[in-house]
């Protein structure tokens, strides 16, 4: 297996190559029956309380501890239908609520890091535009409709705006949703669609066309499609007499999140919201608080089961080499945590590999679409992979880190930092259609999700917001068509050809008899 920066793998279909950015937890990476028997641990539907399902059987709740209870969270079951939009779908919504056709707007903030920041992804950015060309390896329809999902740069000046954490009230254990509130500026503010139900293995599909900027590198944005399920889980409170849930997984200690508090977050009076500089917990081994320290480590587990297609991509080997991180390079990335480590060689609990494409670019080059696909598939052994192809090439196979658990596709364009040059205004990337096949005699594994689930009657969906009515966008450019015909001379052209033709063959006759007559006419 090629690491990026030292080699390269060639892809299954010509055309292609590959490299590893982040190769993940070696113990499980190198070790395929250590990790099956892993994932066998975490995703156990036989413990007491039963906390995860398989096929239509219903659903529990579980709060910040991972205390599972109840079954009135059917809406978190894997969806077994086909799933399909398209033109005549989409053009049903126009000016009307999109969760009619089973989409919402995913309305939330990520990714901000060191001096990096954004303005998350807003449902305010997603429009449709009617009358357009769409363009397909030659073929086109015209007259159709398609999303417009809307990206701003930092020559944005609109009037939408973004997405930012506002003030939260914290809770002891029931899940609270993070309070997401407009932002002083619509800059560096993408859109994403989200699936209303969630999916488990399938085929993925998505027909979209994702055009350059005007930045000078005509990048400035992610283009990311994704499956995402999550779910954070808290040691119990001390003296609670809880035990710890089956999902608090705290071996490997590397699977868990760390973070710093000045107060014990053992106590139920401890704010949990309020962190610290984890600098200030650098002298206790991590995971742990000794007694009589002034700081602590609380570690949660994060159940981050997750599968991306990402343009560009974003080895950490390249990071100082931007143009090695053009539009002709894709992540093809599968998680089953997020412990926040993203290093090379980091223990994480992902694989992140780079794919690129050796002659043109994953996105449009002139407004014509391409096709995005994952074939995320429980193998006959019981294990599972992810396939990831490109206007239908197979570029890539990962089996390491690939997830179980079922959760939405997430389809849009947002500001990771490394999307490159951010001097645009707007950039629209436009959908056609939406595809998703589940797999046929699969039994899709579901488990609640902690902020995207029915709690005590309650239907939670911190992260995603209504689009009620979907308005119309800015007439984008499309794709270049084939040259004119040439017009059909008309018949009266063709009969002054004709005459003129007749006159100038006269002429010559003329000319020619002449001539002969002087030559030989004189005795």
């Known amino acids: 297996m090629a690491r990026c920066g030292t080699s390269w793998d060639n892809s299954p279909t010509p055309g292609y190559k590959s490299c590893i950015g982040v190769y993940g937890y070696k113990p499980f990476a190198d070790d395929p029956l250590a990790y099956n028997t892993f994932m066998r641990r975490i995703n156990s539907v036989d413990t ?48 009307d609520n999109i969760g009619k056709i089973g989409l919402t707007a995913l309305h939330k903030k990520w990714g901000a890091s060191g ?116 779910m954070e889980v808290y040691p119990p409170h001390k003296n609670s007499g809880i035990p710890p849930s089956s999902q608090y997984i705290d071996k490997p200690v590397e699977f868990q999140v760390a973070n710093c508090f000045k107060c014990d977050p053992s106590d139920p009076s401890c704010n949990r919201e309020i962190q610290v500089d984890p600098s200030l917990c650098k002298d206790i081994p991590r995971c742990t608080a000794p007694k009589g320290a002034e700081s602590w ?18 080895s950490p080997q390249f990071k100082s080499e931007p143009i090695k991180l053009g539009w ?12 926040e480590m993203y290093g090379a060689d980091d223990p994480a609990f992902y694989r992140q590999t780079q794919v690129t494409k050796n002659d043109g670019l994953f996105i449009s080059e002139n407004g014509e679409y391409h096709l995005y696909e994952y074939d995320w598939r429980q193998e006959p052994d019981g294990s599972y992979s992810v ?25 849009g364009p947002w500001s990771g930092h490394w999307g490159g040059n951010q001097q645009y205004d707007t950039a629209t990337i436009k959908i056609a259609e939406i595809t998703i096949t589940p797999q046929q005699n699969s ?18 969906t911190c992260d995603f917001k209504e689009v009620t009515e979907l308005t119309k966008g800015t007439v984008g450019p499309s794709p270049p068509g084939p040259p004119p015909p040439t017009p059909p001379k008309s018949t009266c052209f063709l009969y002054i050809m004709l005459a003129a033709i007749a006159v100038v063959f006269i002429i010559c006759i003329g000319i020619s008899l002449y001539s002969c007559h002087s030559k030989y006419g004189k005795k």
């Not at 939009?85 to 989409?90: A, K, L, N, S």
């Not at 002709?328 to 412990?339: C, K, V």
Request: hydrophobic share 30%; aromatic share 10%.
């Open 48 to 95: 007491n309380p039963i906390c995860g399902a398989t096929g239509d059987t219903s659903l529990p709740q579980v709060d910040l501890y991972g205390q599972c209870s109840g079954t009135a969270n059917t809406p978190g079951l894997a969806s077994r239908k086909q799933f399909h939009i398209g033109h005549t779908e989409i053009d049903s919504v126009k000016n």
């Open 297 to 314: 480590w609380e570690c949660f587990t994060n159940h981050n089961s997750e599968i991306d297609i990402e343009i560009p991509a974003n």
């Open 387 to 411: 396939y990831f192809y490109f206007d239908g090439d197979l570029v890539h196979v990962q089996k390491a880190f690939a997830p179980e658990r079922a959760g939405r596709l997430i389809i």
């Open 115 to 230: 001096d990096w920041d954004n303005n998350g992804v807003s449902k305010n950015n997603v429009h449709y535009l009617d009358n357009e060309i769409v363009e397909y390896k030659g073929q086109r329809k015209t007259g159709q409709t398609v999303f417009a999902l809307d990206i701003h740069g930092d020559k944005y000046t609109g009037g939408v705006t973004g997405v930012k954490r506002g003030k939260q009230i914290p809770s002891k254990d029931k899940p609270v949703c993070p309070n997401w509130v407009d932002s002083e500026s619509g800059k560096r503010c993408g859109a994403c669609l989200a699936t209303m139900d969630n999916y488990g293995p399938g085929r993925y599909s998505v027909l979209a066309m994702v055009p350059k900027t005007e930045s000078p590198d005509t990048r400035g944005y992610v283009f990311a499609i994704w499956s995402y399920s999550y």
């Open 443 to 460: 039994n899709p594994l579901s488990f609640p999700q902690t902020f995207d689930q029915v709690f005590d009657g309650d239907r939670i």
């Open 328 to 339: 002709n390079t894709m992540n093809a990335n599968t998680w089953i945590a997020d412990n």
